[in-house]
Antibody, heavy 122, light 107 residues
Framework: QVQLQESGPGLVKPSETLSLTCTVSGGSISSYYWSWIRQPPGKGLEWIGYIYYSGSTNYNPSLKSRVTISVDTSKNQFSLKLSSVTAADTAVYYC????????????????WGQGTLVTVSS | DIQMTQSPSSLSASVGDRVTITCRASQSISSYLNWYQQKPGKAPKLLIYAASSLQSGVPSRFSGSGSGTDFTLTISSLQPEDFATYYCQQSYSTPSTFGQGTRLEIK
């Protein structure tokens, strides 16, 4: 059974960089897309971006200037960096696997981490 | 960006009821439509992909239909564990976008 686990600081200061890592267990990171999705408290879901195991990326244009997603296949991990954060970036951050089924193309998410709350505050 | 609009935003129903949630896309997305269930404090769970394909392990009381711009999620007979928030999501174009959610509550 594939499992994903987010890790990283729960508190980040404004203007600093948010950094999270997702560790994949129970399966290989190869041959899949791996996404970051966030959810502000009490609100809906926002796709941040994905990385293919080979390293190619696709980001939400609204965040593209601030986002970097990277992968380390040797550790079965992928990571998110979001720079110049503000209070608007406070959210639960989820990592998820992109399902390769029809009409998905890696953009349906069949396995998710439990989520980690990141608060931006001084 | 493609806007996804769900209706209703909230819904009260009883165990055993048949429930339908609607999702409308701001432009045609063919069958690139997925449904998720989210319970409080938990990650979303994929229920339906490609508009009508049931994800492995999901009970058959869940079904999806539609194509183009209009889609529905139907729960044929509500069970106590089905009370949750449901989200639609388009995987047609970047950025992938979600509906605002439909909160299904116990009547």
């Amino acid at each position: 059974q594939v499992q994903l686990q987010e890790s990283g600081p729960g508190l980040v200061k404004p203007s600093e960089t948010l950094s999270l890592t997702c560790t994949v267990s129970g399966g290989s990171i190869s041959s899949y897309y791996w996404s970051w999705i966030r959810q502000p408290p009490g609100k809906g879901l926002e796709w941040i971006g994905y990385i293919y195991y080979s390293g190619s990326t696709n980001y939400n244009p609204s965040l593209k200037s601030r986002v970097t997603i990277s992968v380390d296949t040797s550790k079965n991990q992928f990571s998110l960096k979001l720079s110049s954060v503000t209070a608007a970036d406070t959210a639960v951050y989820y990592c998820a696997r992109g399902y390769l089924g029809p009409y998905c193309g890696g953009d349906c998410y069949d396995y998710w981490g439990q989520g980690t709350l990141v608060t931006v505050s001084s | 960006d493609i806007q996804m609009t769900q209706s209703p935003s909230s819904l009260s129903a009883s165990v055993g009821d048949r429930v339908t949630i609607t999702c409308r896309a701001s432009q045609s997305i063919s069958s690139y439509l997925n449904w998720y269930q989210q319970k409080p404090g938990k990650a979303p769970k994929l229920l339906i992909y490609a508009a009508s394909s049931l994800q492995s392990g999901v009970p058959s009381r869940f079904s999806g239909s539609g194509s183009g711009t209009d889609f529905t999620l139907t729960i044929s007979s509500l069970q106590p564990e089905d009370f949750a928030t449901y989200y639609c999501q388009q995987s047609y174009s970047t950025p992938s976008t979600f509906g605002q959610g439909t909160r299904l509550e116990i009547k």
